[in-house]
């Protein structure tokens, strides 16, 4: 679900891409919550990166003043962050993590960076930090993740009910378009071909044409003959719909009965044969077709309100002091 993904992003980015301060600051309180605090230091640490990410990107005149919104933004979701932490921790063992599952965490995080263990372990050296902490971390994150699921995505519930409302308000953004499958060849013209070049390629396609109706396979005309660049693939370009290709292919496309091949089609470009493989229809799609996109949709509705209510809820209880 997305809005679940967003803060999921927005957490493992303050883990993974905070990067030290280049200038020297005077440390000092910033914010308390509950019983701990927020610095000045490592605040700043984990927002130079989008701080950097907005000088170096934003192209308008009131640069500082975004810097400014998108630091009050950022600390009052990293006070959010610590809360959550907070509630995590009340929990005892209810959302443990085994060291086996960090060091999973950690594999899947680097393999899908194309990283390796070498490469992760000189980056934490040069941040000062060691295997042990960047684990301890890990760790926190993923208790912070359990504790999220458990206390709001495991509470939303979509019934058939809505689904189906959903379906009958939004019918125009599920109507299929009508699409051919087709598979073409093509012997292309040289630039500036006269009549007589012409002549001859066009002999060619009804030769190569006469083969394909008579019993010879399409993919292997096409693989041997066609100059065309979905050669490769038997002359299956997939399925298209109105508009994609060159009008004089597409009119044939749309009329031609699935199984049977072209005459030669004569464009600019060259000669080409076709042959349908497949059709879809337009209308309607049906609601089991789309069921589960409809349910993913109100479930991420849902689920944005349901955070919201829960770390408002959080943050009403909480002891939370900005001083910056």
């Known amino acids: 679900m997305e809005y679940f993904k967003r803060i999921v992003l927005f957490m493992w980015g303050v883990m993974l891409l905070s990067m030290p301060v280049g ?9 308390v919550v509950n019983n701990e605090i927020i610095t000045l230091s ?12 907005i000088e170096n990107n934003y192209k308008g005149k009131d640069k500082e003043a975004v810097i400014n919104q998108s630091r009050n933004l950022f600390l009052q979701r990293y006070i959010d962050n610590m809360l959550i932490e907070q509630e995590a921790k009340k929990t005892g063992g209810a959302i443990a993590v085994k ?3 960090v060091m999973a965490a950690l594999n899947q995080m680097l393999a899908k960076k194309n990283s390796s263990m070498d490469d992760f372990l000189k980056s934490l050296a ?4 060691t295997l042990e902490s960047a684990k301890k971390e890990i760790k926190s994150q993923m208790m912070r993740m359990r504790l999220l699921r458990r206390e709001v995505q495991s509470k939303i519930i979509v019934s058939d009910e809505e689904i189906g409302d959903y379906y009958n308000k939004n019918r125009q953004d599920y109507e299929g378009k009508e699409a051919v499958r087709i598979k073409k060849m093509l012997l ?12 001859k390629v066009k002999d060619e396609a009804n030769k190569l044409r006469k083969r394909i109706v008579n019993g010879e396979p399409f993919d292997l005309i096409v693989a041997k003959y066609s100059q065309g660049p979905e050669a490769s693939r038997g002359g299956d370009i997939g399925f298209i719909e109105r508009g994609v290709i060159i009008p004089e292919l597409e009119a ?3 009329s031609l009965p ?3 091949v072209s005459e030669v089609i004569e464009t600019d470009i060259g000669f080409h044969i076709i042959t349908v493989v497949d059709k879809r ?3 309607l799609k049906p609601i089991n077709v789309v069921r589960e996109e409809i349910k993913a949709k109100i479930e991420d509705e849902k689920l944005e309100k349901k955070y919201d209510e829960w770390i408002a809820s959080v943050r009403k209880k909480s002891h939370i002091e900005i001083k910056l």
Do not use: C, H, M, Q
């Open 99 to 101: 060291d086996e599952e």
């Open 23 to 31: 200038a020297e600051v005077v440390d000092r309180i910033i914010a």
């Open 126 to 129: 040069r941040e000062g930090k």
């Open 188 to 199: 292309s013209l040289p630039p500036k071909a006269n009549k007589t070049t012409r002549a």
């Open 42 to 53: 490592e605040f700043n640490k984990a927002f130079e990166p989008y701080a950097k990410n």
């Open 252 to 254: 044939v496309a749309f």
């Open 281 to 283: 229809g337009a209308g």
């Open 258 to 260: 699935v199984g049977k």
